[in-house]
């Protein structure tokens, strides 16, 4: 059987040690992509909250200007009747 000799144990601690700069390397820079996507899921959320917004605005100004026109289909008095066919 082998003898286990110090050179061989620090040889292996070596290969340990480098694999584990190698592994922190790595984890450091899926740390640095997590956080990119996490302030780019930011930017589209609040992207997103912008549009709604507008959505929203222009709805309203849809139902002001629908109401806006039959008052005023109303007042010259073209409104659509329904059909008695």
């Known amino acids: 059987m082998a003898e286990i000799s110090n050179e061989l144990i620090y040889e292996v601690l070596k290969a340990i040690q480098t694999r584990q700069a190698q592994m922190d ?3 450091d820079e ?4 997590m956080l990119s ?3 780019q899921i930011a930017a589209i959320h609040h992207d997103l909250l912008g549009i709604h917004s507008e959505l929203g ?3 309203a100004t849809l139902i002001c200007h629908e109401h806006r ?3 005023i289909e109303r007042r010259l008095e073209i409104n659509e009747a329904p059909s008695l066919t």
């Open 37 to 39: 996507l996490k302030y």
């Open 57 to 59: 605005s222009m709805h």
């Open 69 to 71: 026109l039959d008052r």
């Open 30 to 33: 899926n740390n640095s992509n």
């Open 25 to 27: 390397g790595k984890l």
